[in-house]
C-alpha cells in the first residue's frame, strides 16, 4: 500500500522555482511529480530536462526519465 499525496501542479512549480533560484538554470518537467510517503519517503520526478546555461536555452545539460529521492533515515 502507497500512499500518494495530491497537488502535483504545486510541487512540480515549487521544483521548477527552486532550481532556477539556486543554479539559475532553466528546468523543465514535462512527466508527474509524485510523493510517496509508505513505506519510506520518496519524491519522483519523471522526464526532466535541465539547460546547460541561462544564456544558452537550446543547450540541454541532462534529460532524465525517472529521478527518485528517498530519505533514508526514518
Do not use: W
Amino acid at each position: 500500500v502507497a500512499i500518494m499525496m495530491t497537488g502535483e501542479h504545486e510541487y512540480k512549480q515549487q521544483l521548477i522555482t527552486a532550481v532556477k533560484e539556486s543554479t539559475g538554470r532553466d528546468l523543465s518537467v514535462e512527466g508527474s511529480v509524485t510523493l510517496k510517503l509508505f513505506p519510506t519517503p520518496r519524491f519522483f520526478v519523471d522526464n526532466a530536462q535541465l539547460r546547460n546555461d541561462k544564456n544558452d536555452l537550446a543547450t540541454t545539460l541532462f534529460n532524465v526519465k525517472t529521478i527518485e529521492i528517498r530519505d533514508n533515515s526514518c
